[in-house]
């Protein structure tokens, strides 16, 4: 612990935001960095505490604290105050293949569990992994580091998003020759295409997709496994499967009115907008554009955010956010005490945008859409919503959330996102390989375990544990690549 007074000599720093008038205007990541000597600042604010919650990676009271990869916290936030990047990096990247990626989306549960959290502002845990893992870019210590022994095994991963990408770098650090298959155009998965630009820009992500291809990972792309080539003869060229396919199947909002022309899931929304930003700078017009409609995004989560904040870019006329939910305390309240994941409301990026275009807040809590309205062509231009209150199901016992009769209200709109998270993985996949699934239509497979009901085959990621953070999508692909290391050799020294 190199500074033991630090975190009462230094106040937290966020990185600075561009304003939200100006971040409108364009696709780009909108966050700059501290000057080095300042972020050492923030690295000396780490207590290097007793019990390190923000490693922990453990559920309270039903929630994940801590880092659930397990990031060596303290020790590289004690090397950033010294100056020591190179070390610093080296610790990161052992427990964390992507900090580039962690470092700008993950929602941080490593500082919603920092010791320094109980009484005050908890450390820029999040913005300091991002420093470490931009320093070692820019020096030139990330490099690509093939292996030196092949073992002569074949491994496909089935899907090149987060989980997909850490097992495929887990498995050829181990010396299997592993090919990645990914049915879009680009590789990255949830990365490149549900993630917009301005909170991960994709040269990031084709840069560690150039890294990896230069340790010997090959990527075939725009081949849609269990179609356009069968499941037998994947089995048949390889060792493994690993299934790594995302749970990309969206929950859909069935309610009268839903043929209308003008709405689409929020999947398609976010994808089209950035294969035409990387195609065209939006200039072939393939996408669905937002450009002076009113606009409702149904689903107050991450994907509904992105929403508002796309269509904004778009230029549109006006945006409303539906949540099912109340909203949430502005703090947290006697009964989710810290170190649990702190459930209070928050304000992101593409609501703050809002805020500032429209002059309020999006969000409209406790609501839902009852029907769709389209004109004498069939196309959108209103919503019936009506409010929602929790009441006691008397047959269950379980609280659900019903309509409140009278409380209905019309919307305008010519463009609704449905946004409302997805049921699980798509069938073809798990037909194809006749894996068994779960009553959510996750790939099952025993507790703690990833291997499948398929011999050689094994699942990862959303596919596996449904629809989740980035940061458990890798500890889930390392993990998985560990089993498959195991399944292929007898043993296993992959961490």
């Given at each position: 612990m190199g500074k033991p007074t630090g975190f009462l000599e230094y106040d937290r720093e966020n990185t600075q935001a561009v304003s939200p008038a100006e971040r409108i205007k364009n696709f780009s990541e909108f966050h700059d960095?501290?000057?080095l000597e300042k972020r050492r600042e923030?690295?000396?604010?780490?207590?290097?505490?007793?019990?390190?919650?923000?490693?922990?990676?453990?559920?309270?009271?039903?929630?994940?604290?801590?880092?659930?990869?397990?990031?060596?916290?303290?020790e590289w936030n004690d090397l950033i105050y010294t100056g020591n990047w190179d070390q610093a990096y080296k610790r990161l990247n052992k427990t964390n293949c992507f900090p580039e990626f962690t470092g700008r989306v993950c929602p941080a549960l490593c500082e919603a569990a920092c010791t320094c959290g109980l009484n005050g502002d908890p450390v820029t845990v999040r913005d300091n992994e991002l420093a470490v893992i931009e320093t070692a870019f820019a020096s030139g210590q990330v490099k690509a580091r093939p292996p030196k022994v092949r073992t002569g095994k074949k491994v496909a991963v089935i899907g090149s998003g987060p989980s997909g990408l850490a097992a495929a770098t887990m498995l050829n650090h181990r010396g299997h020759q592993v090919t990645v298959y990914e049915r879009s155009d680009r590789p990255g998965g949830l990365l490149m295409y549900g993630i917009p630009n301005m909170k991960l820009?994709?040269?990031?992500?084709?840069?560690?997709?150039?890294?990896?291809?230069?340790?010997?990972?090959?990527?075939?792309?725009?081949?849609?496994?269990?179609?356009?080539?069968?499941?037998?003869?994947?089995?048949?060229?390889?060792?493994?499967?690993?299934?790594?396919?995302?749970?990309?199947?969206?929950?859909?909002?069935?309610?009268?009115?839903?043929?209308?022309?003008?709405?689409?899931?929020?999947?398609?929304?976010?994808?089209?907008?950035?294969r035409s930003l990387l195609d065209s700078n939006l200039t072939d017009g393939k996408y669905i554009s937002a450009k002076d409609k009113h606009v409702v995004v149904i689903g107050g989560g991450?994907?509904?955010?992105?929403?508002?904040?796309?269509?904004?870019?778009?230029?549109?006329?006006?945006?409303?956010?539906?949540?099912?939910?109340?909203?949430?305390?502005?703090?947290?309240?006697?009964?989710?005490?810290?170190?649990?994941?702190?459930?209070?409301?928050k304000t992101d990026?593409?609501?703050?945008?809002?805020?500032?275009?429209?002059?309020?807040?999006?969000?409209?809590?406790?609501?839902?859409?009852?029907?769709?309205?389209a004109d004498e062509e069939g196309r959108l231009k209103k919503v019936i919503v009506v409010k929602l209150e929790s009441k006691k199901d008397p047959k269950t016992g379980r609280m659900n959330?019903?309509?409140?009769?009278?409380?209905?209200?019309?919307?305008?709109?010519?463009?609704?996102?449905?946004?409302?998270?997805?049921?699980?993985?798509?069938?073809?996949?798990?037909?194809?390989?006749?894996?068994?699934?779960?009553?959510?239509?996750?790939?099952?497979?025993?507790?703690?375990?990833?291997?499948?009901?398929?011999?050689?085959?094994?699942?990862?990621?959303?596919?596996?544990?449904?629809?989740?953070?980035?940061v458990w999508a890798i500890r889930e692909g390392r993990e998985a690549a560990r089993a498959v290391d195991l399944k292929l050799m007898g043993y296993t020294n992959l961490e």
């Open positions: 960095p501290l000057p923030q690295g000396a604010r780490c207590m290097d505490c007793g019990v390190p919650f923000c490693q922990s990676g453990m559920v309270l009271n039903g929630m994940v604290s801590g880092c659930p990869l397990n990031n060596l916290v303290p820009e994709k040269q990031i992500v084709e840069r560690r997709i150039r890294l990896m291809e230069e340790e010997g990972i090959s990527f075939v792309t725009g081949v849609n496994v269990g179609k356009d080539i069968k499941a037998p003869k994947i089995m048949a060229e390889y060792d493994a499967v690993v299934l790594a396919c995302g749970a990309s199947n969206p929950r859909d909002i069935k309610v009268p009115g839903r043929k209308a022309k003008g709405i689409y899931f929020a999947v398609d929304f976010l994808k089209a907008t950035t991450d994907t509904g955010n992105d929403c508002v904040g796309t269509a904004i870019r778009h230029g549109c006329a006006s945006v409303v956010q539906l949540e099912m939910m109340p909203k949430q305390p502005d703090s947290r309240t006697e009964n989710n005490p810290w170190p649990e994941w702190p459930r209070i409301c990026y593409g609501q703050e945008e809002a805020i500032a275009l429209f002059g309020h807040d999006p969000r409209m809590y406790q609501t839902t859409v009852k029907e769709f309205v959330m019903v309509p409140v009769e009278g409380s209905e209200q019309e919307l305008e709109a010519e463009l609704v996102l449905i946004a409302a998270g997805f049921l699980g993985s798509e069938s073809y996949i798990t037909q194809a390989f006749g894996v068994d699934v779960d009553g959510r239509t996750n790939v099952a497979t025993r507790p703690g375990d990833y291997q499948t009901s398929v011999d050689k085959v094994f699942a990862c990621g959303d596919m596996h544990r449904g629809q989740s953070l980035v």
